[in-house]
C-alpha cells in the first residue's frame, strides 16, 4: 500500500526531475542547438551510415539519439540529464530517453529514437504540419481567439504555436499520456507560454466549455504494435480522428473553427476517411474542407501487412469552421 508520504516523495522527486529537464532545455538553448527531426524511416537511414554509429557531439546526442561515452557531452549537461531522470548508462554505451527538437523557433523534448515505448511522446515532420496550419488558420480569422485547445497534444508543440500568435488566450494542451504532459508543460515553460495549460483529458470529456479554436494531430494510423502515439484505431486507423472531428463539432463557439491533421490510406482511388468524416459533419452547421497536404509518405508502410489494401497513404487537412 502507497503511504501518504510516499506519494509526497514520489511527487518531490518528479518536480526536481522536471525542474532538471526545464534546465537542461535552456542550457540547450544558450549552446544554440538545433536540430529538425525527420521520420523514423530517414532516422534509421541517416543513423546507419558510415561513422554514424555513435555520437560526437550535442545534435548526435539529443537529436539523432546515438551512443555516446564519457568526454561526449560537458559535465553539466550530464548531471542535469541524471537529475532529470533522463541518461541511461550502460558501460560506455549512454545513451538519452528524450530528444530535443526545433520549431518556430523554439525547443520542444520528445521522446528518444526509437519510439517503441508504450508512452512514446512523438515529433516530427507532421507536428510541423500541423502546426503550420494552426498558425495559419489564425491569421485568416476575423475575431480573436480568447479560448483554444490542442487536442492529444503530445509535445505541446500546437498550443505554444497558437499561445505565441494569441497571447491573451487561455489555451488548454490535453492528452491521457502523462508523459506527454510532463513534455508539454516543459515545453511550455521554454517557449515561454504562460497561457498553455496542460490538462489530462481524455479527447474533451475532461475539460468544460466551448473553444474558439480547436486543433488537433490525433494518430492515424494502422499500427498492430497498438502504440497509443501511432495507432488511431478502427479498420483505417481513423478511430481518433473522427471521434475529436465530433467532439470538436459540439464544443466550436459561433465562428469558431477546427484544425485537423490526420492521415489516411488510399484504396482504388478511394479516402475512406474523406468519406466517413462527411457522414459525421453532414449532421452539423458546420463548413468544411478538406485536403491532401502530402499525397505520398510512409511508403515504407505500404510492405507491411496493414496496409497491404492502401496503393498510398497521404497526410490530409481538414478544417471546419461554426457560422456566427
Given at each position: ?78 548531471a542535469l540529464m541524471d537529475d532529470a531522470g ?94 506527454a504532459l510532463r513534455f508539454a508543460s516543459v ?124 496503393e498510398r497513404i497521404a497526410v490530409v487537412l ?7
Open positions: 500500500m502507497t503511504t501518504t508520504n510516499q506519494t509526497r516523495t514520489r511527487a518531490t522527486a518528479d518536480v526536481a526531475a522536471d525542474t532538471a529537464l526545464r534546465r537542461l532545455g535552456r542550457l540547450l538553448q544558450q549552446s544554440g542547438y538545433a536540430f529538425t527531426t525527420v521520420t523514423p524511416a530517414t532516422h534509421e537511414r541517416v543513423n546507419a551510415r558510415a561513422g554514424h554509429a555513435r555520437a560526437r557531439d550535442l545534435r548526435d546526442v539529443f537529436g539523432w539519439s546515438r551512443p555516446f561515452g564519457p568526454g561526449v557531452l560537458p559535465g553539466p549537461f550530464l533522463v541518461l541511461d548508462r550502460d558501460g560506455d554505451g549512454w545513451r538519452s530517453r528524450v530528444r530535443f527538437s526545433s520549431y518556430d523557433g523554439e525547443l520542444f523534448v520528445h521522446s528518444s529514437f526509437p519510439t517503441t515505448a508504450a508512452d512514446a511522446v512523438f515529433f516530427g515532420p507532421d507536428t510541423h504540419r500541423m502546426a503550420d496550419a494552426a498558425a495559419a488558420q489564425l491569421r485568416t480569422r476575423r475575431r480573436p481567439v480568447r479560448r483554444a485547445v490542442d487536442v492529444g497534444c503530445g509535445t505541446g508543440a500546437g498550443a505554444v504555436t497558437v499561445a505565441k500568435r494569441a497571447p491573451e488566450a487561455e489555451v488548454l494542451a490535453v492528452d491521457v499520456n502523462d508523459a515545453n511550455t515553460d521554454l517557449a515561454g507560454t504562460p497561457g498553455v495549460r496542460p490538462v489530462r483529458s481524455d479527447l474533451l470529456a475532461d475539460v468544460d466549455g466551448d473553444f474558439d479554436l480547436i486543433i488537433s494531430n490525433p494518430p492515424f494510423m494502422i499500427d498492430p504494435a497498438g502504440r497509443a502515439y501511432r495507432d488511431g484505431g478502427g479498420e483505417h486507423g481513423h478511430a481518433l480522428p473522427l471521434a475529436v472531428l465530433g467532439a470538436a463539432a459540439e464544443r466550436l463557439t459561433p465562428g469558431g473553427s477546427l484544425v485537423l491533421f490526420s492521415g489516411t490510406g488510399i484504396v482504388a482511388g478511394r479516402d475512406p476517411f474523406r468519406q466517413a468524416a462527411a457522414e459525421v459533419l453532414a449532421g452539423t452547421d458546420l463548413r468544411w474542407s478538406y485536403r491532401e497536404v502530402d499525397p505520398d509518405v510512409y511508403g515504407e508502410e505500404l510492405d507491411g501487412p496493414a496496409y497491404a489494401h492502401a481538414l478544417t471546419a469552421v461554426r457560422p456566427d
